[in-house]
């Protein structure tokens, strides 16, 4: 694909119609076969930069045949200079990550799947699929499962009775939706994800556990994507629910009865316990740790490895365990690092102070 032609993809081009648009450089107009990061890519790819690393080194050194550039920020105009000298092809967009997201899709469309069912695939005679579902070898899917129009689901993927997925949903090979799981329209779940499993239930009697039968539902609103490995668990009573837009990464255990806002981020190993409330926006970085009935604000940003037990407020960014303002964490953490030679002196203080006591 030419570069050329790979512009009309970019939606900040497509939105700036006839006009002049950004600015651009075309050069001779590259054909591009793919595409790869600023330090790797070669002839005939696509890179792009984005402001805050050292971006004229890194535009000096690459091998890409074509840049998408910051059209803001200190230097822009150098760049766009540089990139000219160097006879790259570029454009200079307000988003370059973004522009480099549209012109992978462009690069490397996905081939939709064909309707129809494996014949080893087991379907129950109760269950009802709709226009366009394609599903896959050894996939095993229960009564009472209702799957929307368009839908993929890939092999090994059991779906028990009593699901429901919306149009356009996407199951990739190894997925489980337990019973009581209701996914809206585009919903993705990636490899051995597991969906609507018992919540953690437990009643505990002088004899021993007695268990709490899982019996609510797990909703998954449209656009949710769940990654490899992760889990969301059916709540007693009630549901679990994932906010609309919600990307959820590998290996994040989400608890029975917890409820998201949309468009929430959950990072790997990311662990909410029961009962947790996040509002929309909201951000967890790796190894997050949310207490039973933690609240959490909207557009909230807890960073690795903090664990959250109470409340934190709407925009609030938090660090540590138990997570603290992220800027009182920065200077406590830098404390640490001094104790030893505070604890040192605290010791000669107290020599000091005996010597004195015993004149």
């Known amino acids: 694909m030419r570069f050329s032609e790979l512009l009309s993809h970019l939606g900040e081009v497509r939105a700036s119609g006839d006009g002049a648009g950004p600015a651009r450089h075309l050069a001779q107009d590259p054909e591009l076969g793919g595409a790869a990061a600023l330090d790797q ?11 805050g690393h050292a971006l004229a080194a890194a535009l000096a050194a690459t091998g890409a045949s074509a840049v998408l550039i910051p059209a803001r920020g200190d230097g822009a105009a150098e760049l766009q200079q540089q990139a000219t000298q160097r006879g790259l092809a570029w454009i200079a967009l307000a988003d370059p990550r973004l522009g480099f ?8 469309p996905r081939q939709p799947k064909p309707a129809g069912i494996h014949p080893s695939a087991v379907v129950d005679p109760g269950a009802q699929l709709g226009v ?4 896959g070898a050894q996939t095993v899917i229960g009564g009472q499962v209702r799957i929307g129009d368009g ?9 028990y009775d009593d699901v429901e997925l919306g149009e356009g949903c996407e199951l990739h090979a190894g997925a489980v939706l337990h019973p009581g799981s209701r996914l809206g329209r585009g919903c993705v779940v990636h490899s051995n994800a597991v ?13 021993g556990w007695r268990k709490m039968p899982q019996t609510g539902l797990v909703v998954l609103e449209d656009g949710v994507e769940v990654g490899c490995g992760s889990t969301i668990d059916r709540p007693s009573v009630g549901e679990t629910r994932i906010g609309a837009g919600t ?20 990072a790997a190993q990311v662990g909410i316990a029961g009962g947790a409330r996040l ?16 609240t959490i604000g909207d557009r909230a940003i807890a960073s690795s490895k903090s664990g959250i037990h109470g409340e934190v407020a709407a925009g609030e960014v938090v660090s540590g365990y138990p997570a603290i303002p992220n800027r009182l964490w ?30």
Do not use: M, Y
């Open 132 to 135: 366009g579902v394609h599903v």
């Open 330 to 359: 920065l200077r406590c953490s830098a404390a640490f690092n001094k104790l030893p030679d505070l604890a040192k002196g605290l010791r000669r203080l107290e020599k000091a102070a005996e010597a004195r006591s015993e004149d």
């Open 195 to 207: 969906i609507g499993s018992e919540g953690f239930g437990f009643v505990p009697t002088a004899s």
């Open 41 to 51: 890519a070669g002839p005939g790819q696509l890179s792009f930069l984005e402001a």
């Open 101 to 108: 997201a549209e012109a992978l899709e462009a690069l490397h």
């Open 151 to 159: 839908s993929t689901i890939h092999p090994g993927v059991v779906i």
């Open 279 to 294: 509002g929309n926006g909201v951000i967890l970085a790796g190894q997050v740790g949310v207490a039973n009935r933690a």
């Open 247 to 266: 990307k959820i990464d590998n290996l994040v255990h989400v608890g029975h009865g917890v409820s998201t806002g949309r468009g929430c981020a959950l």
